[in-house]
C-alpha cells in the first residue's frame, strides 16, 4: 500500500452530546482521511449498560444513528474511514444499526468493524481485584456491579482498518487511541515504535474532545476573547510519517487554534506529563513544541513515548442507590438570607423525621455552591437558587428530599419561586487494573 506524505484525521465529537452540525462541516469539507467519533466517558459506558438491562437491544450511543445519517454519505464520498467508540455497552448492536441505516441510505459494499472484548463481567475475580478509590475488594460491591470494561488500545482498531473496515464501532477505547489507530494504519508504525506511539497519543490528546482545542473550554470573555463560538469549528490535524503534526480548523468556521489552545488542551487530565499511560504506549508530552506557523495553524512536535503498561485500567460502574433533589429561587434584597433560612428549615425537617440520608448538602446556586464558606463576607447576589440534594438507598426516600424543598412554596420564606423537585437511581463509577491478557479484544466484520 502506498503510504500518504500527509493524513488529514478529524474529530467530530468530544463526548456523545457534542454538536452535530460542525462534525457534518468536517464529512463535507473537510477532505478527511479519517473522522472519528469519540463517545465515551467515565460514566456514559456505566449508563450505557444500565441502559441495556433494561433493553438488551440498547445499549449505545443514542446519537449514533443521527450521526452515521448525516456523515455516511459524504464521508463514503470522500473516501473518509470513520471510527467510533458509540458502540458503548453493545458495540454489536450498533453495528448492526449502522448496517441498516447504510442499507437505507443506499449504500453498497461498506465494510463496517465492531470491535470487543472490552467487557469484563464474568471474566474478571472480583476477591483478587481491588476497587482503586477505597481500596477495598470489587466482591464486597455485590450484586451492585452493573459494567466492568477495560481501556482497549489501538491493536484491534488497526486489525479493522487493516481488514478494509469504512466505518469501525468500537466500546471503550482509550481516547487518544482512535487517532492513534489510524495514524498506524496510514504510516505502517508498528507496535512498538514507542516514540512514534508517544506521538501520535499526543495528536489523539489534542483532538479527542473536539472543540476544546479549537477554543471551546479556552474561552474567557474579555481575558481570551474566541471569535464566533456559536459557529465553531472543530480540529484536524494534518499528520506526518514522523509524527509531527499541525493542529488546525476549516476556514470560514468560529474559534481559534493557537499556541495558547493547544498548550491547554495537552495539560488537560494530565497527571505527569512525562509519563502519561495509555494502553498503547507510555506517552512522554514534557518535551512537546507548539508553534504558530499560521492563522489557526499550530505544529507540534517533540512528543515521545515508552513501552505500554503491563495493566489495563478497568471502569467499574456500580448502583450506589439514589438521589434526591429539590430547588428554589430567591431574589431580591436579603434573597441570600431568605434562602439560607429555606435551607436550615428544610434540614431540619429531614433530621426531625429521621429520613435515612447518607450524604446531605444544602447549595446557594449563584453564590456558595463551588466556594462554599469561602463564599461568606462577597458581595451579595441579586438572586439565588437553593438546591437540597441527598443520596439515599431507596428512591421512596430520595422523593421525600424533594418534596421537603418543594413545601417551601408556602410554608418557607418570602418570596420563593420556580420550584422543581427530582429522583433518580446513583450510578457510581471506580476503577482497578487488570493483567492485559485478561482483556481479549475482537473484530467482527459486516457487510452492508
Not at 109 to 118: L, Y
Not at 348 to 362: G, M, S, Y
Not at 380 to 392: M, Y
Request: proline share 6%; aromatic share 6%.
Amino acid at each position: 500500500m502506498k503510504r500518504k506524505d500527509v493524513v488529514r484525521f478529524g474529530e467530530g465529537a468530544g463526548f456523545s452530546g457534542a454538536w452535530l452540525d460542525p462534525a457534518v462541516d468536517l464529512a463535507r469539507r473537510g477532505r478527511l482521511d479519517y473522522l472519528s467519533f469519540e463517545c465515551l466517558a467515565e460514566r456514559t459506558i456505566a449508563l450505557a449498560q444500565l441502559a441495556r438491562l433494561k433493553d438488551p437491544n440498547g445499549g449505545y450511543d443514542p446519537l449514533l444513528e443521527r450521526r452515521l445519517r448525516a456523515v455516511l454519505e459524504p464521508c463514503r464520498a470522500a473516501g473518509t474511514r470513520i471510527l467510533t467508540t458509540s458502540g458503548a455497552a453493545n458495540p454489536i448492536g450498533a453495528g448492526e444499526r449502522a448496517r441498516a441505516i447504510a442499507r437505507e441510505l443506499g449504500l453498497t459494499g461498506p465494510r463496517i468493524a465492531v470491535v470487543t472484548g472490552d467487557d469484563l463481567m464474568g471474566r474478571l475475580d472480583r476477591s483478587a481485584a481491588i476497587l482503586e478509590e477505597s481500596g477495598r475488594p470489587l466482591d464486597e460491591l455485590g450484586d451492585r456491579i452493573i459494567s466492568m470494561n477495560a481501556y482497549l488500545g489501538a491493536e484491534p482498531l488497526v486489525d479493522a482498518l487493516e481488514a478494509g473496515a469504512e466505518l469501525v464501532i468500537a466500546g471503550r477505547v482509550a481516547d487518544p487511541s482512535l487517532a492513534l489507530a489510524a495514524l498506524r494504519h496510514a504510516f505502517g508504525w508498528t507496535a512498538t515504535d514507542w516514540h512514534l506511539l508517544g506521538a501520535g497519543t499526543a495528536v489523539g490528546h489534542l483532538t479527542e474532545c473536539g472543540p476544546q482545542v479549537t477554543g471551546g473550554y479556552f474561552a474567557d470573555p474579555g481575558r481570551r476573547d474566541v471569535p464566533d463560538l456559536a459557529e465553531i469549528g472543530y480540529p484536524i490535524a494534518e499528520c506526518r510519517p514522523d509524527g509531527t503534526a499541525v493542529i488546525t480548523k476549516l476556514p470560514d468556521t468560529g474559534g481559534a487554534v493557537s499556541v495558547a489552545t493547544c498548550s491547554e488542551q495537552i495539560l488537560y487530565e494530565i497527571g505527569d506529563p512525562a509519563a502519561y499511560l495509555t494502553p498503547d504506549v507510555t506517552a512522554d508530552f514534557s518535551g512537546v513544541r507548539f508553534e504558530q506557523i499560521g492563522p489557526d495553524r499550530v505544529q507540534v512536535s517533540g512528543a515521545r513515548g515508552g513501552p505500554r503498561p503491563e495493566l489495563l485500567k478497568v471502569a467499574i460502574g456500580y448502583r450506589d442507590g439514589f438521589i434526591g433533589e429539590g430547588q428554589i429561587s430567591y431574589g431580591g434584597a436579603n434573597c441570600v438570607g431568605r434562602a439560607r433560612l429555606a435551607a436550615e428549615i428544610v434540614l431540619k425537617r429531614i433530621e426531625r423525621q429521621k429520613l435515612p440520608v447518607r450524604d446531605i448538602r444544602a447549595d446557594l446556586i449563584g453564590y456558595d455552591a463551588l466556594f462554599g464558606d469561602r463564599a461568606r463576607g462577597m458581595v451579595e447576589p441579586n438572586e439565588v437558587r437553593l438546591r437540597v440534594v441527598a443520596r439515599t438507598w431507596t428512591r421512596e426516600d430520595a422523593e421525600a428530599v424533594g418534596r421537603e424543598v418543594e413545601g417551601l412554596w408556602t410554608a418557607g420564606p418570602a418570596g420563593g419561586g420556580g420550584a422543581t423537585r427530582s429522583s433518580r437511581e446513583a450510578i457510581a463509577v471506580g476503577s482497578t487494573f487488570v493483567p492485559r491478557a485478561l482483556a481479549r479484544p475482537e473484530v467482527t466484520i459486516l457487510g452492508a
